[in-house]
């Protein structure tokens, strides 16, 4: 008897249909034969799901048992196939009703015993029942408090192979799962580095502050210790909360690179890999593409300290994702576009030494030095970064003080609601992502909404000839001249907000 069930294969963060066939009661030696391009992880699954019919119960058919994992030319990995080949089994045999089989995709690794376990790619799983037309999707509890979280399609999570064939045969119900039952819509209660444990730096901490406003890529140039870093890991406290839809947009790619189960709380991303990161590491790839640091930054912070020590080839990769918001992976297996719109930020010494412009201490470096260590970060990848800014050390005396600086709290309100006036803004115009903020605005959205009069314009001509900056700066200025303007909760911009996003292009390298 031949029965047919519906599961997905991910490639990179999206899922194809595969539907896996299996013939039972056929002559010859009782004896399995997979085919359609299984690893070895899927070849393996025969072991698993044999004794998890046992434990649960059945048996295995005593003949020829032939599953097909279609479309042929596909390569299908992974557990994620255990329970539907279970399910195909069982209903081939007719000991389940196979007459809802087909309202539904299903996926799930099984224990021994016949336990659920989690499979990862659940999101991608979720979003392809949905444009299918599926009743619904069936996974792993802990799997499906993922897919809860796309709209429009009911998702049913289950702790055993034998709650499911219960389910199918009419004698148990699984109720569906609600999105306020997902644990993934959690907040962060836990502490958070607080800008007012900064101590002066009103510069960088301005600077900080427009570039997470509007979204914008920043770098950081100062003497060690000057507080850069500790800037940086304070970013998440002044960043808004990710939309639903933002939200969604991350958790699908950390599903879909297995990483989902390490963090479930309902924040924005904030990754920081270290200057020895290989070129895969970063940006993603492997035999089967998975998802980069870039990838896991996206709707997020990709925080890069000591920026002139990452090897040149890893800093190249950022330049599509910083003008595109995506990266394109293409190998042996395939080729897969990955979202990758984060914002970046960037920590350097302004020389090897570090001490460059120190008013107390000397630089040790000759001129060679010092050019052949800005010389590693290519001009077009300065040019993708909005704001330069410069950060001085700070005298002991003012480290000696008690004064508190404004807090966390303070900045993230104006944060927030120039992040309402932008939301406001957009809210009619099309983005490829579901983050809108002014760093995406493309070259007509720029026209639309930055419109400078001729005074401002012979400014900006006469800053951009002065400083030598490229065309690309042009779009850079105007859209940060539109933050510091919504900051400001200004409808026009002024002279002195293109002034200060002039300023912040002054310091380039």
Same mark, same amino acid.
């Given at each position: 008897m031949l029965s047919c069930i519906y599961s997905g294969a991910?490639?990179?963060?999206?899922? /194809?249909?595969?539907?896996?066939?299996?013939? #039972?009661?056929? =002559?010859?030696?009782?004896? &399995?034969?997979?085919?359609?391009?299984?690893?070895?992880?899927?070849?393996?699954?025969?072991?698993?799901?044999? /004794?998890?019919?046992?434990?649960?119960?059945? #048996?295995?058919? =005593?003949?020829?048992?032939? &599953?097909?994992?279609?479309?042929?030319?596909?390569?299908?990995?992974?557990?994620?196939?255990?329970?539907?080949?279970?399910?195909?089994?069982?209903?081939?045999t007719g000991i389940i009703d196979s007459s809802k089989l087909s309202d539904y995709i299903i996926a799930g690794e099984l224990s021994l015993s016949g336990d659920l376990r989690w499979v990862s790619g659940s999101i991608s799983l979720a979003l392809l029942a949905r444009s299918l037309g599926k009743k619904g999707l069936i996974l792993p509890v802990e799997s499906a408090n993922?897919?809860?979280?796309?709209?429009?399609?009911e998702v049913l999570g289950a702790t055993s192979l034998k709650q499911i064939c219960n389910f199918f045969n009419g004698q148990e119900e699984i109720v569906p799962l609600k999105i306020s039952d997902s644990p993934f819509m959690t907040k962060d209660d836990s502490y958070m580095p607080d800008f007012a444990d900064v101590k002066g730096q009103e510069n960088v901490r301005r600077a900080v502050e427009v570039a997470v406003a509007g979204g914008h890529n920043i770098l950081m140039i100062g003497t060690p210790g000057a507080g850069k870093s500790m800037i940086a890991k304070r970013i998440p406290s002044i960043i808004p909360e990710p939309t639903l839809d933002?939200?969604?947009?991350?958790?699908?790619?950390?599903?879909?690179?297995?990483?989902?189960?390490?963090?479930?709380?309902?924040?924005?991303?904030?990754?920081?890999?270290?200057?020895?990161?290989?070129?895969v590491g970063l940006i993603g790839g492997g035999v089967i593409p998975k998802p980069g640091e870039i990838s896991l930054a996206h709707n997020g912070v990709l925080f890069l300290d000591e920026l002139p020590e990452f090897k040149r080839s890893v800093l190249e990769v950022l330049r599509q994702p910083l003008e595109d918001g995506l990266v394109s992976i293409s190998r042996s297996a395939g080729k897969i576009s990955i979202a990758s719109k984060f914002m970046l930020v960037a920590a350097m010494n302004p020389c090897p030494c570090g001490y460059l412009g120190d008013s107390k201490r000397t630089c040790r470096c000759s001129p060679t030095q010092i050019s052949n260590y800005r010389s590693r970060i290519s001009g077009p990848l300065l040019d993708r970064i909005d704001i330069h800014v410069?950060?001085?050390?700070?005298p002991l005396e003012a480290l000696g003080k008690n004064t508190q600086s404004e807090s966390s709290n303070s900045i993230r309100q104006r944060v927030i609601a120039a992040r309402e006036i932008q939301k406001s803004r957009f809210q009619n115009e099309k983005f490829s992502h579901a983050s809108k903020c002014n760093a995406s605005m493309n070259p007509k959205q720029i026209k639309k909404f930055c419109a400078l009069n001729e005074e401002q314009s012979s400014l900006l001509a006469s800053a951009m000839e002065e400083l030598n900056l490229s065309a690309r700066a042009w779009d850079k200025i105007l859209k940060v001249s539109r933050t510091i303007a919504d900051l400001d909760s200004s409808n026009s911009i002024q002279s002195h907000h293109l002034l200060e996003a002039i300023n912040y292009r002054a310091h380039a390298l």
């Open positions: 991910l490639n990179g963060v999206e899922a /194809s249909l595969v539907e896996i066939e299996v013939n #039972s009661g056929e =002559k010859g030696e009782p004896r &399995i034969f997979m085919v359609g391009l299984p690893d070895v992880a899927v070849k393996e699954s025969a072991d698993r799901v044999s /004794s998890a019919l046992a434990n649960s119960g059945f #048996s295995m058919p =005593k003949s020829r048992l032939t &599953i097909n994992l279609a479309p042929g030319d596909m390569r299908k990995e992974g557990p994620l196939y255990d329970l539907p080949i279970a399910l195909g089994i069982l209903a081939s993922e897919a809860v979280l796309v709209s429009g399609i933002e939200f969604l947009e991350i958790l699908g790619i950390y599903s879909a690179a297995g990483l989902s189960q390490s963090n479930k709380f309902f924040k924005r991303p904030f990754r920081s890999p270290h200057h020895t990161i290989s070129d410069e950060a001085q050390a700070l």
